[in-house]
C-alpha cells in the first residue's frame, strides 16, 4: 500500500529524456496524463537535448494546459545527463524515467509506487511490449523479433515471467533515497547506463525488482536502418559500459560477440588448416536450424508472413550487434575499470 500523509499521495517526479521525438512526444505525455495517479502529486520534467523537429514547441503547449509539465534543458544532449537534471530539480519522493518511445498503461505510475512502497527496492520496473514503429512488415518484424529469446535473451522484462529481484529492468522507478545512497548516473555512457546504474544498485546490496503488473508499450524503430543502428550503438557502447563498471554488462549483452568472434575465428583458421572451415561450417548449419525454428516458432504465433522476414532478419540483427561490440574494443580499448562507489 502506499503510504499517505495528511490525506495526500507522495509527490512523484516524472523525468523524460528527449531529442528530437516530435513524431512519439504527444502520445507518450497524453499516457502520462491519463494515469490514475492524482495528477496533482505529479511532476513530468521533460529534458531536451536541443530538437529541431519541435519537440520543445510540443511539450511547450501541453505545459500550457497542464502546469505540472514542465521542460528544461539538457546542454550535454545525452540521456544519463538529462535523468541527472530530472533528479536534481524534481522535487518528488519518487523519481521515475520514462521514454518518448513508449506508452504507459493508465495504472503505471501507481502500481509502481505501490511496488517500490511493498518491497522497499532501489528500482523497480515491469514489463516492456514491444509494438511496430510503422503499419509495414520490417517494422512489424522487427517488433516481433524483440519479444522472442533468440532475438533478444531471456530478459524478464521483454519476456515476462513472476514478480522478483532481478539484474535490469526498462526505464526505472525510484525512491530517492536509491540516488542519495548510490549516487546519480553515469554521464561518462551515453548508452548502457541504466545498466550501469542498475549494477551498481546491486553492488550496493540493495534490490532491483521486476513486477509483471507494470506494464508499458514500446514503440520500435520503424525501418531497418534505424533498428541496426540502434543495435549496433548498444553493442558497441557495451565495452565503454565494461570499462565503467564490469557488472553493467551480463552474458546475454556478450552472446552475438561471441558468435561473431567465433566465426572469424573459424575463417581465418580454414585459411590455414581445412578443420577451421569444417567447425566454421557445422556452426553456421547448428545456427541456422535454431534460427529457423525460432522464425516458424514466432510466424505460427505472429502471421506466416513473418517467415519471409524473420530468418534472415535474426542473423543480420545478432551480426551487426556483435560487430558493434567488436568496433568498441577498438574505440574505447578493452579493459575492467574501477568500480564506482558514489557518481553525482
Known amino acids: 500500500m502506499i503510504v499517505v500523509e495528511n490525506g495526500r499521495k507522495p509527490l512523484v517526479t516524472l523525468v ?8 512519439r512526444i504527444e502520445a507518450c505525455l497524453e499516457s502520462v496524463l491519463a494515469q490514475t495517479y492524482p495528477p496533482d502529486r505529479l511532476e513530468v520534467i521533460v529534458a531536451d537535448g536541443g530538437s529541431t523537429d519541435g519537440t520543445q514547441d510540443k511539450v511547450t503547449a501541453f505545459a500550457e494546459h497542464h502546469p505540472q509539465v514542465r521542460l528544461v534543458d539538457n546542454p550535454k544532449r545525452i540521456q544519463s545527463a538529462a535523468f541527472n537534471l530530472g533528479v536534481r530539480q524534481g522535487r518528488g519522493d519518487f523519481i521515475i524515467r520514462l521514454d518518448a518511445h513508449a506508452s504507459y498503461n493508465n495504472d503505471y505510475i501507481q502500481r509502481c509506487v505501490e511496488v ?5 527496492a532501489a528500482n523497480v520496473g515491469g514489463v516492456w511490449e514491444t509494438a511496430p514503429g510503422a503499419d509495414t512488415l520490417i517494422a512489424r518484424a522487427v517488433a516481433v523479433l524483440c519479444t522472442q529469446r533468440f532475438g533478444v535473451g531471456g530478459a524478464r522484462f521483454r519476456l515476462g515471467g513472476e ?3 532481478v539484474d535490469t529492468v526498462p526505464f526505472g522507478a525510484f525512491p530517492r533515497a536509491t540516488f542519495e545512497t548510490v549516487g546519480l548516473l553515469d554521464e561518462r555512457l551515453p548508452r548502457g547506463e541504466d545498466n550501469e546504474f542498475n549494477a551498481r544498485i546491486r553492488q550496493h546490496g540493495l534490490t532491483v525488482w521486476f513486477s509483471p503488473q507494470i506494464r508499458c ?3 520500435g524503430r520503424a525501418t531497418l536502418g534505424g533498428f541496426l543502428k540502434q543495435l549496433f550503438g548498444n553493442g558497441l557502447y557495451h565495452i565503454k559500459t565494461l570499462r565503467v563498471n564490469p557488472g553493467g554488462c551480463s552474458v546475454r549483452h556478450l552472446v552475438p560477440f561471441g558468435f561473431l568472434m567465433g566465426l572469424l575465428a573459424c575463417a581465418i583458421t580454414g585459411a590455414f588448416w581445412w578443420p577451421g572451415w569444417a567447425v566454421g561450417g557445422a556452426t553456421l548449419a547448428l545456427y541456422g536450424l535454431a534460427d529457423l525454428a525460432a ?5 505460427a504465433k505472429h502471421g506466416w508472413a513473418y517467415l519471409v522476414v524473420l530468418p534472415w ?3 543480420v540483427a545478432h551480426m551487426v550487434y556483435g560487430l558493434g561490440t567488436l568496433i568498441g574494443i577498438f574505440r574505447f580499448g578493452f ?3 574501477t568500480k564506482h562507489g558514489r557518481v553525482g
Open 295 to 299: 522464425s516458424i516458432h514466432a510466424a
Open 335 to 337: 579493459g575492467f575499470g
Open 16 to 23: 523524460i529524456p528527449t531529442l528530437n521525438e516530435a513524431d
Open 163 to 165: 514478480a522478483g529481484p
Open 313 to 315: 532478419l535474426f542473423f
Open 217 to 219: 508499450t514500446y514503440f
Open 116 to 120: 517500490l512502497t511493498e518491497t522497499g
